[in-house]
């Protein structure tokens, strides 16, 4: 059975960073691309981040472009997601998701909260 | 960026088929996939690739992409059917993934 699960997530002032970590199970976690995705509440789905499974082809939505960095550890079936100069706007519920070959997302966690508030 | 156009809100009575659109230019060139939400869950894949369906997918669920627009289509709908449907593609000029906005299917 496919498994992620999120942590990392919690309550921080605009401008200090955060970093979120994905533990996957259940598949050969470095056979697959990862992602994480972002939801504010009440809101829709934005795809944050994504990164192939050997590293080579990594992307970010222009919302965060240049603030946060995605990386993955094969070894610890681990996916990371850093946070840097955080703003309000970033206060969402983060998931992690599996990738496929076809681009969509197979498997979701059940998601870390980040709130970004003074 | 490419943008997706989904409705707000589509309301539908039990038993009846259910249609959710997802608009962008010329979509029907490229794969939609679509995801089910229901409230305080995460989303669920219900539809890959236009209209393929995961394993464990009834199939009520169905899909078509042609032209400008991808549709999700759900007959016999169940109240169990009632949650919020965003349709998802890969941006291919900026390697992107993109969601539609969503649509809260209400069950009458």
């Known amino acids: 059975e496919v498994q992620l699960v999120e942590s990392g997530g919690g309550l921080v002032q605009p401008g200090r960073s955060l970093r979120l970590s994905c533990a996957a199970s259940?598949?050969?976690?470095?056979?697959?691309?990862m992602h994480w995705v972002r939801q504010v509440p009440g809101k829709g789905l934005e795809w944050v981040s994504g990164?192939?499974?050997?590293?080579?082809?990594?992307g970010y939505a222009d919302s965060v472009k240049g603030r946060f960095t995605i990386s993955r550890d094969n070894a610890k079936n681990s996916l990371y997601l850093q946070l840097n100069s955080l703003r309000p706007e970033d206060t969402a519920l983060y998931y992690c998701?599996?990738?496929?070959?076809?681009?969509?997302?197979?498997?979701w966690g059940q998601g870390t909260q980040v709130t970004v508030s003074s | 960026s490419y943008v997706l156009t989904q409705p707000p809100s589509v309301s539908v009575a039990p038993g009846q088929t259910a249609g959710i659109t997802c608009g962008g230019d010329n979509i029907g060139s490229g794969t939609v996939h679509w995801y089910q939400q229901k409230p305080g869950q995460a989303p669920v894949l219900v539809v890959y690739d236009d209209r393929d369906r995961p394993s464990g997918i009834p199939e009520r669920f169905s899909g078509s992409n042609s032209g400008n627009t991808a549709t999700l289509s759900i007959s016999r709908v169940e109240a169990g059917d009632e949650a919020d449907y965003y349709c998802q593609v890969w941006d291919s000029a900026t390697d992107h993934r993109v969601f539609g906005g969503g649509t809260r299917l209400t069950v009458l």
């Open positions: 998701t599996k990738g496929t070959s076809g681009y969509y997302f197979d498997y």
């Open positions: 259940g598949f050969t976690f470095d056979d697959y691309a």
């Open positions: 990164i192939t499974w050997n590293r080579v082809t990594i």
